[in-house]
């Protein structure tokens, strides 16, 4: 019997229903959860992503729910990137993708410790971080919090420094200050809290993540690659088994045993092979026509490696050359052009195919909305795309 088929249209209908684009979430949890975790390399776009699917978007909703309430947490993730998802994920998270993360970040800067040091090497390198890392920590708890710069002056091993690519034009001398509080962080023994400045900054307080979230949960690493796949599946599926394994950045071995632990069904994704959630087969009812302006690295665009069913040939005005995405404008699940802030805040945008009116008149609605939300805030993308640059040269 051949699988069943899902056409690219009930994707797009249930891009638009589960992302919450189609119709607004009810609560900012439920906004992280339809997309399992928000990106979060460039801090604006948690806050832009959200509010994206939030009938009244808002800052503060975003900022209660990581600093005060502390119902989300922004954490080292799949890809070693860093993400905001809820608690539970996060757990899931942890286990699952960042502590293997850990064990090669580790292990390659003990390298550079031992070989690359400035201006020596470090001896016992392994040794020396383990040191320095259980010092950092506890130097954090007597604090309760602290910055990076505070840490260095109570460890000053943290100003340790390494010389990269010696010899070569982008030659550089750096401390690893950083470094080591990523490990410490991919590891679970702290958390970033909150920015030292606007929402727009990426200079974290740290803290215990114990203390700041405390009774998170620990998982076994099996169960919670199989975990997060599923949820991954609830959010993104039916998909190919490629878009889970590079959402994810696991190994192909990692993928297959997570991949069994759910025992998805194999279905036809309009000739592409893919898997589905065995009790997700049932067609979603086509939401009405929805239009939705979504910011640089927001997840839905980022949720898929194989990106044609809703990308169509707008990729190269659309991404950087590290694959990256800029701000777009999605119509019933599908791409149709980009958008971006210009200096005086307006926000100009470019439709990169026919829409016909009814869309246009939305798409010229949301610009509008956007505009009035963002208000005296002007947010840059870290990442610029083709179109983006252009629209606001």
């Given at each position: 019997?051949?699988?069943?088929?899902?056409?690219?249209?009930?994707?797009?209908?249930?891009?638009?229903?589960?992302?919450?684009?189609?119709?607004?979430?009810?609560?900012?949890?439920?906004?992280?959860?339809?997309?399992?975790?928000?990106?979060?390399t460039d801090p604006a776009t948690v806050h832009l992503s959200a509010s994206a699917r939030l009938a009244?978007?808002?800052?503060?909703?975003?900022?209660?729910?990581?600093?005060?309430?502390?119902?989300?947490?922004?954490?080292?993730?799949?890809?070693?990137?860093?993400?905001?998802?809820?608690?539970?994920?996060?757990?899931?998270?942890?286990?699952?993708?960042?502590?293997?993360?850990?064990?090669?970040?580790?292990?390659?800067?003990?390298?550079?410790?031992?070989?690359?040091?400035?201006?020596?090497?470090?001896?016992?390198?392994?040794?020396?971080?383990?040191?320095?890392?259980?010092?950092?920590?506890?130097?954090?708890?007597?604090?309760?919090?602290?910055?990076?710069?505070?840490?260095?002056?109570?460890?000053?091993?943290?100003?340790?420094?390494?010389?990269?690519?010696?010899?070569?034009?982008?030659?550089?001398?750096?401390?690893?200050?950083?470094?080591?509080?990523?490990?410490?962080?991919?590891?679970?023994?702290?958390?970033?809290?909150?920015?030292?400045?606007?929402?727009?900054?990426?200079?974290?307080?740290?803290?215990?993540?114990?203390?700041?979230?405390?009774?998170?949960?620990?998982?076994?690493?099996?169960?919670?690659?199989?975990?997060?796949?599923?949820?991954?599946?609830?959010?993104?599926?039916?998909?190919?088994?490629?878009?889970?394994?590079?959402?994810?950045?696991?190994?192909?071995?990692?993928?297959?045993?997570?991949?069994?632990?759910?025992?998805?069904?194999?279905?036809?994704?309009?000739?592409?092979?893919?898997?589905?959630?065995?009790?997700?087969?049932?067609?979603?009812?086509?939401?009405?026509?929805?239009?939705?302006?979504?910011?640089?690295?927001?997840?839905?665009?980022?949720?898929?490696?194989?990106?044609?069913?809703?990308?169509?040939?707008?990729?190269?005005?659309?991404?950087?050359?590290?694959?990256?995405?800029?701000?777009?404008?999605?119509?019933?699940?599908?791409?149709?052009?980009?958008?971006?802030?210009?200096?005086?805040?307006?926000?100009?945008?470019?439709?990169?195919?026919?829409?016909?009116?009814?869309?246009?008149?939305?798409?010229?609605?949301?610009?509008?909305?956007?505009?009035?939300?963002?208000?005296?805030?002007?947010?840059?993308?870290?990442?610029?795309?083709?179109?983006?640059?252009?629209?606001?040269?």
């Amino acid at each position: 019997m051949p699988p069943p088929t899902i056409t690219t249209a009930q994707r797009r209908a249930r891009l638009g229903v589960r992302h919450h684009l189609a119709a607004p979430a009810a609560t900012i949890t439920d906004a992280v959860t339809g997309v399992v975790a928000l990106h979060a390399t460039d801090p604006a776009t948690v806050h832009l992503s959200a509010s994206a699917r939030l009938a009244t978007p808002g800052v503060s909703l975003v900022e209660q729910a990581l600093y005060d309430d502390r119902t989300l947490l922004r954490l080292l993730g799949m890809r070693r990137t860093v993400f905001v998802t809820t608690l539970d994920t996060a757990a899931l998270v942890q286990a699952g993708c960042s502590a293997d993360i850990a064990v090669k970040q580790r292990k390659l800067l003990e390298q550079h410790l031992g070989q690359q040091g400035h201006p020596e090497n470090v001896p016992e390198p392994g040794k020396w971080l383990r040191d320095v890392e259980d010092s950092v920590e506890a130097a954090l708890r007597a604090r309760g919090s602290a910055t990076a710069q505070q840490l260095s002056e109570d460890e000053p091993r943290l100003r340790q420094q390494l010389l990269m690519a010696a010899g070569k034009p982008y030659e550089a001398i750096g401390n690893v200050t950083s470094r080591v509080l990523f490990l410490l962080a991919a590891d679970g023994r702290i958390a970033r809290g909150r920015p030292r400045g606007s929402w727009l900054s990426s200079q974290y307080v740290w803290h215990p993540l114990d203390v700041w979230v405390p009774g998170l949960r620990s998982w076994d690493a099996e169960e919670a690659r199989a975990e997060l796949a599923r949820r991954w599946l609830r959010a993104y599926g039916p998909a190919p088994v490629a878009d889970l394994r590079w959402w994810t950045g696991w190994t192909a071995g990692q993928t297959k045993k997570a991949l069994a632990a759910v025992s998805p069904v194999e279905v036809d994704l309009d000739g592409v092979p893919g898997v589905a959630l065995a009790d997700d087969l049932s067609p979603v009812p086509p939401p009405s026509p929805w239009v939705a302006f979504l910011p640089a690295l927001d997840p839905t665009p980022m949720g898929w490696q194989e990106r044609d069913w809703f990308l169509g040939p707008h990729r190269p005005a659309l991404f950087d050359r590290s694959g990256n995405v800029g701000p777009t404008i999605w119509a019933s699940g599908r791409i149709v052009g980009g958008w971006g802030q210009r200096a005086s805040g307006e926000i100009a945008y470019r439709l990169l195919e026919d829409v016909g009116s009814e869309v246009a008149a939305r798409v010229e609605s949301e610009a509008d909305r956007c505009a009035s939300w963002y208000g005296e805030v002007r947010a840059v993308p870290r990442f610029r795309t083709p179109l983006e640059r252009e629209l606001t040269a």
